[in-house]
């Protein structure tokens, strides 16, 4: 009787590899962040940082201009909900259900965020990458830490840096496009 294969992921690593495929759902040109919410190893919802339903992607200035304009409509963070809140959002069950669970995610959580995974009961945060804002992040460990949140790096003895991630996330949808069927013509 064969062995079973050795080489397999864990479920850490299954989770935020779903994390990181979902990243690659971001129309954004420079911030690509997905999340992943999992509860007895079972996912229950994810998200990416992009748009709100029903809003067309280009109505955004994607490589924002407004931070050195002072034009907040031309802010990108204005329009755009971060993957941690849009994998809340996205969650059809009861929010319940989301008490107790784990978060998947491929960059620290903002404040705004950290508020989200604390009032849903989000009781272990594991992430990626380190956000650049130190000040936020700070803000960030404290209110997580006064909440009881535990918070995990992913992978301590290694350092993502933002492009790494970023290619690692294109690597797995080109190829993922690359096997995926190709659109059928009107023919067929």
């Known amino acids: 009787m064969p062995g079973k294969r050795e080489e397999y992921l864990s479920w850490d690593e299954s989770f935020m590899g779903v994390a990181m495929l979902m990243a690659g759902r971001s129309k954004d040109p420079s911030t690509i962040v997905g999340a992943c919410i999992v509860k007895d190893n079972r996912v229950l919802s994810t998200g990416y940082n992009g748009l ?8 955004v200035y994607w490589n924002s201009t407004g931070e050195q304009t002072g034009e907040l ?5 204005s329009w755009v909900i971060h993957a941690e809140r849009n994998a809340v ?3 059809r069950g009861s929010l319940k259900d989301l008490q107790g669970s784990t978060l998947y995610v491929t960059l620290f959580p903002c404040g705004e965020c950290v508020k989200t995974i604390i009032q849903i009961g989000i009781k272990k945060v594991v992430w990626l990458r380190m956000y650049s804002y130190q000040e936020e992040v700070e803000i960030s460990k404290m209110m997580l830490e006064a909440a009881g949140v535990e918070v995990c790096e992913f992978n301590p003895s290694a350092k993502f840096e933002k492009n790494e991630v970023q290619e690692t996330t294109m690597k797995m949808q080109k190829m993922i496009k690359r096997y995926s069927p190709k659109p059928s013509s009107p023919n067929n």
């Open 52 to 59: 709100t339903r029903n809003m067309s992607d280009d109505v």
């Open 73 to 77: 409509s031309k802010i990108k963070n």
């Open 89 to 91: 959002y996205n969650y």
